[in-house]
Every structure is written in structure tokens, then in C-alpha cells.
């Protein structure tokens, strides 16, 4: 397949990329997207479905560290790290703990509430633009708490969603179970964010946005990027492993966890891991919840899809190479089980993937610092369904020579370095 010399070429078929590339032809512009396999699995088609527009708290949220020992001694718990990759995950949990500080921290939130309330003004004529704007279900999410002690302990987080004009109501816990009926007794209290929105099936959306583009003119090419060539204001090659180069006036740099290797073949340092997450979703799970419900002290989510109920969270350091553990599949449905006692939890559909994770909880926005043509927008962590179309805005227009909607300082790679 002939690609000109004056293409963008956007490496990685996840829905950043995939927005970045409508994005782009909105613009104008010729454009090709690389993907190791562009219809195959990955973070985008497996995630809960959630637009969390309310999730502007780092993830290194004061207090974490007290509860973090907890978690890692259950080895079905929500934070795993896997003792031979701790050594090589040190730097980013330095970095992390950095993260954490007050300082540090109110800047970062102030970033991500920066994006995060872009997020409908982009997301939505997306949508729309491609013929998916009936996917997106918007009734709000409920966090539930089983006890108050829990509640308690996530005011100060609370407090500095509503300071960044996140809309919350509490609610007890009978109040909860009548917004959702399956919930049980255990429920002692719960926080509603009519804000957050969730789409039908995160696979179907991804899957929509790429035929899209492939209809109107977009080349998908599957292939392992090996390296990007730059040379100055020269435009760039993607030089893949089987040999194939592919000329480029710009490159994007959008393959999730993959990212890190060709930014650092790029000379651009950056702190970024693969933070595995786990779910199973029943097609048949015998309950009916009408909106995503938060699970706050278990650190899960549930979340009603086309597809079935999507039962998923967890947090593992292992790599990218790592067998996954489905036992967490299963550990997180025995916890369902305790919140949604109707629930059935046969015949499930067990998934992993490989969220993009930053220390600071920051996605990577913007120019390569060392090379003009090449663009970085990775890292999103748990909210890149949420940024897509965002992110693709911000990196369009940069690349189209407008001004971004929003500052992209807080988002540079050079924070790396």
C-alpha cells in the first residue's frame, strides 16, 4: 500500500489514535495508521466504558501510601507488583511518590480538570461525525461506600472535585439501593456525579471509529514499529521490523503502553508502565444497574454494557510481558457477589490489558522536544476513552500550526526529563 511522503502517520489503532487520525482528516490532512494488529484487542476495546469526567484526583492521592501495604499483601487485591520487575519499577514509583506531595498534587489536578472538562465539546461532535452519538449513555455513576469510615477518608478527594466544579450529591444508603435496586444491604452510603457518563459496548465504539476512517480514505497497517527515524524539520520515517519503511511529514506517537520504548528510541526520557487491569463481563449476570457504580473501598467498577455486565479494576505491575493472572477475574466477582447479591456470576467473559500509566497520572501531549515532526500522545492511564477526542484536538492542532484550546505545559514529555 503506497503512502505519500506528506502523510501523518499515527502509530497505535486504540481510540487515541484512531481519534487523532478523524481528527486529522477533519483537518485536511492524508493520513496512516500503524498497528501491530489494527483490529485485534487491546486497553480500548476491554475498558469499563466509563466517561469519567469527575476523575481529577492523582492517582498518588495523600494517604495511598498507608493503604497501599494492605493491599499488596492480598495477592487478589486491588495493587500488585511483581517482585522481579519492582527493581526496574523503582523510578517511576519515586516519581509517584513525588506525585503525591502537596504541591505537586494540586497542579496535577488542576491539569487533569484542564481536560477533563473539554471532554463533551470534543467527545460529542466526535460522535456524532461518525454516527456513534447513540452510544454514549449519560446517567451519571454512583459511588458506593459500605461503610462511613471509608466515606470519610475520601472527603479531602471529594472536596477537591467539587473546588474543580464537579457536580455530587451523597446519598444514603437506601437512597442508593432505590436509585439501584440491585444493590444490597451492604451499601451504607454513596455519592452521585450526574456528570460521568458511560458508552454501550467500548469495542463497538472502537470498532466504529475505524471503519469509519478506512471508508474515508485512511490506510491501516499492520506491523511492529521497530524505530522512527527523524531528521530535523525533514519529516520522518517509521521504519518497521519486517523491513517496511514508511515516510511521513509528521508521526504520532498514540501506542499506549508501548510508547515509552520508541519516545526513549526518540531521546525522549519518560517514566511510563503498563498498569494491568482485569474484568469479566457476564452476558447474562441476573441484575440490572441503570448507570456505572464505583466500588470506593474495593477499588472496582461495574458497569452496564450492550455486551453484559463488565465487572473490572485491579492495578498490576508485572510488565508488558507477563502472563496475565485471570484469577483476578474471578476475585473480582466473588467481590461483586458481596454488593450485588442477585448477581450470577457464571459463564463470564475474562479479559486483561495494558493501561498506559504515567507516575504523575498525566497523559504525554505535544511536540518530541528534539524533533518538530514528531508528536507524543500516550499515557493516559485510566481515562483514555475519556481524553480521546480531547487529546485529539490538542494534538491536531498543533500539528495543522493552530493554537491548542488549552496550555499543554503541565503534559510535555520533557517533565521526564
Not at 497501599?68 to 499483601?73: F, G, S, T
Not at 504520532?252 to 474484568?279: C, I, M, Q
Not at 479494576?313 to 508488558?320: H, I, N, Q, V, Y
Request: charged share 20%; hydrophobic share 45%.
Amino acid at each position: 500500500m503506497a503512502v505519500s511522503g506528506k502523510a501523518v502517520a499515527v502509530i497505535g489503532a486504540g481510540i487515541v489514535g484512531l481519534a487523532i487520525a478523524h481528527r486529522l482528516v477533519r483537518e485536511g490532512a492524508e493520513v496512516v495508521v500503524v498497528d501491530r494488529d489494527p483490529e485485534g484487542d487491546k486497553a480500548s476495546f476491554g475498558n469499563a466504558g466509563g466517561i469519567a469526567v469527575s476523575e481529577v484526583v492523582p492517582a498518588s492521592a495523600p494517604g495511598l501510601a498507608w493503604r497501599a501495604p494492605r493491599w499488596l499483601l492480598d495477592p487478589l487485591g486491588p495493587l500488585s507488583i511483581k517482585p522481579s520487575h519492582a527493581p526496574s519499577l523503582a523510578p517511576w514509583l519515586w516519581r509517584f511518590w513525588q506525585a503525591g506531595r502537596p504541591a505537586a498534587f494540586a497542579g496535577i489536578s488542576t491539569a487533569l480538570a484542564a481536560l477533563n472538562g473539554r471532554v463533551y465539546e470534543d467527545l460529542l461532535p466526535l460522535l456524532a461525525d461518525v454516527g456513534l452519538a447513540g452510544e454514549l449513555i449519560r446517567r451519571g455513576a454512583l459511588t458506593v461506600y459500605e461503610t462511613e469510615r471509608g466515606f470519610l477518608k475520601d472527603a479531602a478527594e471529594w472536596a477537591l472535585k467539587r473546588s474543580h466544579e464537579i457536580e455530587m450529591e451523597t446519598l444514603s444508603g437506601h437512597d442508593a439501593r432505590a436509585l439501584e435496586p440491585a444493590l444490597g444491604e451492604i451499601v451504607h452510603c454513596a455519592v452521585f456525579t450526574p456528570q460521568w457518563s458511560h458508552v454501550s459496548d467500548p469495542k463497538h465504539l472502537v470498532d466504529g471509529l475505524r471503519n469509519w476512517l478506512e471508508n474515508h480514505g485512511v490506510a491501516m497497517l499492520a506491523g511492529n514499529v521497530g524505530n522512527i527515524a527523524a531528521s530535523g524539520g525533514d519529516g520522518a520515517t517509521v521504519e518497521l521490523e519486517d523491513g517496511r519503511r514508511i515516510r511521513a511529514a509528521k508521526v504520532v506517537v498514540a501506542a499506549g503502553a508501548w510508547s515509552g520504548a520508541l519516545a526513549r528510541g526518540l531521546g525522549d526520557p519518560v517514566l511510563l508502565e503498563s498498569e494491568r487491569g482485569y474484568n469479566a463481563t457476564l452476558a447474562d449476570p441476573g441484575v440490572d444497574l441503570g448507570r456505572e457504580v464505583i466500588f470506593a473501598e474495593r477499588k472496582f467498577v461495574a458497569t452496564p454494557l450492550r455486551c453484559g455486565l463488565r465487572i473490572g479494576g485491579a492495578a498490576e505491575f508485572a510488565g508488558l510481558h507477563t502472563p496475565a493472572n485471570f484469577e483476578r477475574c474471578r476475585a473480582l466477582l466473588k467481590l461483586a457477589s458481596r454488593y450485588l447479591p442477585a448477581l450470577q456470576t457464571a459463564g463470564g467473559t475474562n479479559w486483561a490489558g495494558h493501561r498506559p500509566a504515567t507516575p504523575d497520572s498525566l497523559p504525554v501531549i505535544g511536540a518530541s522536544p528534539r524533533h518538530p515532526n514528531v508528536f507524543y500522545a500516550f499515557g493516559h492511564g485510566h481515562l483514555g476513552l475519556t481524553q480521546a477526542a480531547t487529546t485529539a484536538r490538542l494534538i491536531a492542532d498543533l500539528i495543522c500550526g493552530k493554537p491548542p484550546a488549552i496550555s499543554l505545559a503541565p503534559y510535555t514529555i520533557a517533565r521526564f526529563h
